[in-house]
């Protein structure tokens, strides 16, 4: 399932761009050393394959629905966790450039969400470890229906913390949860089975492959954990940097403590957080909700909050009939600038 | 025409559009890649009840599809083939959120409607956005430009080999899709083992496919460059375009243009 922009925050949208791209260029610099030109074409063409398989359907019996393969896995299989990561990313930015399943600034959630749990922790944690090094059709089949479970579980669950920490969409984290991981169970499953049914056919077929594969060693334990520390930490810091800076509306975090506590911001206000707060109020595009003047009188009464979400029934009208007219010219401005000759 | 069939059009048309001789297509891919960019991150950092201030952004997709000479409705169609996901998540707002937000002449809308209205239009204009980047540039350029912008090389080299044989594979799939139907009277998807048999087969071809392409690559030289007879220079053009959009997505950012025009407009009226 992909995430959308029309759902993500930018602070939630720059954190996961930014985990995405420390993962892109640590699996680019390990590509790079492996140095083996062979894998070149190789990763390209599976790309291409995932893409052409995702558009192969078969049926599910009994249920009317159809399945088909997800990718991320099999790709690990095939390539090792670096370069099959690069190829996931790749297959996904199409996707999002030719098709707009997700979006640009949600590509980095999907790369995430579908290309790192399934490369980095289910296929070395998972698979490999069921797997070994000596592989045999139940060990096959028992670890990529566990590694595609597993791998799918996580994805949904980002889809739900990205989701729920944006704030866009109201739907809250339990029922979201609830709804969503049951139906990954499904498609994990059939992940799962897809991918181990496609390993065992290459293996009965053309076993040399896969042996190849299994000879490249698997992650370094110690290097791979510094690694996702560092990004998981520079994603929060520039997603709460952001979140603190950017956001002149109450972002759905906000909005929640708002909601249950019934005060906007939870009253801990010591000496650093009213010197952000300073700094937010200098550097925010807007100072929230832009009332600063009935916001130094109010200090002196007693907490007369305006209500969230204040209605201003003034401002609504002029926007109504602003944004008519500005859609108006919009309009008569493409006319203007329409080309003759259109490419049919 | 099948599903493959359909996707596969799809692509071949993006990049037929993005072949066009408009002077937005003549632009460097890199003022492009990052005036999108710009504009998506514009678009999404409004909050969750926006709608009016949105509307000026339609500035942007609609006079790059007019001056750009592409087909606006078959983009449109486009949008909406990808909207389900959006719509789904966010049709639960006017369920959950139900207090009245705002008032058109007598009529109240609740919070949850509005904030619905307002994922719809920021996924209308986000997608709009990515859909024009291509269509006006083309992948390939797209892949130089983000090279160019210090996006490690193989990860770069990947996305265009992937571009490259993505068609071929395509093709490959459809054959095999094709094949299977006609030999099984057109009886809808195909069963779980013939699935696996079709994938499988499909898969070995891949990977003769790349020990081929490995070999050819080899006897013409291939040294990990991709060289291209057009080189990417930036003129005062294609710095102004990101310059004045850059402002305008600044105007539209800063000041709620529609409700200071409305204001200002029934100011003169009353």
Redesign the interface.
């Given at each position: 399932?992909?995430m959308?922009?029309?759902?993500?925050?930018?602070a939630v949208?720059a954190a996961m761009w930014t985990a995405t791209a420390g993962l892109?260029?640590f699996?680019?610099?390990k590509?790079?050393q492996a140095a083996d030109?062979?894998k070149?074409?190789?990763?390209?063409?599976?790309?291409?394959?995932i893409?052409?398989?995702q558009?192969?359907?078969?049926?599910?019996?009994a249920t009317g629905s159809?399945g088909h393969?997800g990718g991320g896995l099999i790709l690990a299989i095939l390539l090792g966790p670096y370069a099959a990561f690069?190829?996931m990313?790749?297959?996904l930015?199409?996707q999002?450039?030719?098709?707009?399943?997700g979006?640009?600034?949600a590509l980095g959630c999907n790369i995430f969400n579908l290309g790192f749990f399934s490369c980095f922790i289910a296929y070395p944690l998972i698979y490999r470890k069921i797997v070994g090094d000596k592989p045999t059709q139940g060990k096959i089949v028992a670890g990529a229906l566990a590694a595609g479970i597993i791998g799918l579980q996580l994805g949904a669950f980002g889809v739900v913390l990205e989701?729920v920490f944006s704030?866009?969409?109201?739907?809250?984290f339990k029922t979201f949860l609830l709804l969503m991981q049951p139906i990954h169970l499904a498609i994990g499953i059939v992940e799962g089975m897809?991918t181990a049914?496609?390993v065992m056919?290459?293996y009965q077929?053309?076993p040399e492959?896969l042996s190849a594969v299994s000879r490249f060693k698997p992650i370094g334990q110690l290097d791979l954990k510094k690694v996702i520390v560092g990004f998981l930490l520079a994603a929060v810091f520039i997603g709460g940097g952001l979140s603190w800076f950017?956001?002149?509306?109450?972002?759905?975090l906000e909005w929640a403590m708002f909601k249950t506590s019934g005060k906007e911001e939870l009253e801990s206000r010591d000496q650093m957080h009213t010197v952000l707060a300073a700094v937010q109020e200098k550097t925010a595009?807007?100072p929230d909700y832009g009332f600063k003047n009935t916001e130094v009188a109010s200090t002196s009464e007693p907490e007369v909050k305006p209500a969230w979400?204040a209605?201003d029934?003034?401002?609504?009208?002029?926007?109504?009939?602003?944004?008519g007219?500005?859609?108006l010219i919009?309009?008569l401005?493409?006319?203007?600038?329409?080309?003759r000759?259109?490419?049919? | 025409m099948n599903n493959i069939g359909r996707n596969y059009f799809d692509i071949g048309y993006m990049d037929t559009l993005a072949q066009g001789d408009s002077w937005l297509h003549q632009l460097d891919p890199r003022a492009k890649v990052i005036t999108t960019l710009l504009f998506i991150m514009a678009v999404v950092s409004f909050g969750k009840y926006t709608i009016w201030a949105f509307i000026p952004f339609f500035l942007y997709p609609v006079f790059l599809i007019a001056a750009g000479g592409l087909p606006g409705g078959y983009l449109f169609k486009k949008v909406l083939l990808v909207s389900p996901f959006a719509i789904l998540l966010g049709i639960f707002n006017p369920l959950l959120d139900r207090e009245i937000f705002l008032l058109i002449g007598t009529i109240g809308i609740s919070g949850g409607w509005v904030s619905f209205g307002s994922i719809l239009l920021r996924f209308v204009l986000t997608v709009t956005g990515a859909l024009l980047l291509v269509a006006l540039t083309g992948f390939n350029p797209v892949c130089e430009a983000l090279r160019k912008l210090g996006v490690p090389k193989p990860f770069v080299i990947q996305l265009m080999f992937f571009y490259r044989y993505l068609f071929v594979l395509t093709d490959e799939a459809q054959r095999m899709e094709r094949a299977r139907a006609l030999r099984s009277f057109h009886s809808g998807f195909m069963k779980y083992r013939t699935f696996v048999s079709v994938l499988g087969h499909l898969l070995l071809r891949t990977l003769d496919r790349a020990e081929r392409i490995y070999y050819a690559m080899c006897c013409r030289g291939f040294d990990g460059q991709i060289h291209r007879l057009t080189s990417m220079k930036s003129s005062l053009r294609d710095f102004s375009f990101v310059i004045i959009w850059l402002g305008l997505f600044s105007v539209f950012r800063i000041y709620n243009v529609p409700e200071e025009l409305g204001g200002w407009v029934m100011r003169c009226f009353r």
């Open positions: 399932m992909h959308a922009d029309a759902l993500i925050s930018p949208g892109i260029v699996s680019s610099k590509v790079k030109d062979r070149v074409p190789l990763m390209g063409v599976l790309g291409a394959f893409f052409a398989a558009m192969i359907n078969f049926s599910i019996p159809s393969l690069l190829v990313a790749s297959v930015m199409v999002a450039l030719f098709f707009g399943d979006g640009l600034l989701t704030g866009i969409s109201e739907l809250p897809v049914a496609v056919f290459v077929a053309r492959i950017a956001s002149s509306h109450p972002d759905g595009f807007m979400p209605i029934f003034g401002t609504s009208l002029a926007g109504f009939v602003g944004g007219l500005i859609f919009i309009f401005i493409g006319f203007g600038f329409r080309r000759e259109v490419i049919t | -």
